[in-house]
């Protein structure tokens, strides 16, 4: 069992920056590969971005690519994803997530634990 709680959402400008933190507590963190999705008002749950157990390989969903940076301590049993020039479009409950495939992958279904999630707005 993983227990992943996120912090570091908030209301922002466009252009602004902000730093999601997701500390995962129970499984050993070094064995999860792990996830970013966000749900925006109305819209079904999306990828955002993944990172593979040692972070050695990260991957972000065409919309974030350049902007968004996801990155792992494992020793802190963390995880983050700085997130720069964000867009109204970026506005979204964002949520963390743990999955026992050793990449991961896209969807929802790759994912074995979740997140309440963060709220991220974005105001133009």
């Known amino acids: 069992q993983v227990s992943l709680v996120e912090s570091g959402g908030g209301s922002v400008q466009a252009g602004a920056s902000l730093k999601l933190s997701c500390v995962a507590s129970g499984r050993t963190f070094a064995s999860s590969a792990m996830g970013w999705f966000r749900q925006a008002p109305g819209k079904e749950r999306e990828f955002v971005a993944r990172i593979s157990r040692a972070g050695g390989l990260t991957d972000y969903a065409d919309s974030v690519k350049g902007r968004f940076t996801i990155s792992r301590d494992n020793d802190k049993n963390t995880m983050y994803l700085q997130m720069s020039s964000l867009k109204p479009e970026d506005t979204a409950r964002y949520h963390c997530?743990?999955?026992?495939?050793?990449?991961?992958?896209?969807?929802?279904?790759?994912?074995?634990?979740w997140g309440r999630g963060t709220l991220v707005t974005v105001s133009s």
């Open positions: 997530a743990a999955s026992n495939i050793p990449w991961g992958g896209l969807t929802v279904a790759d994912y074995d634990y």
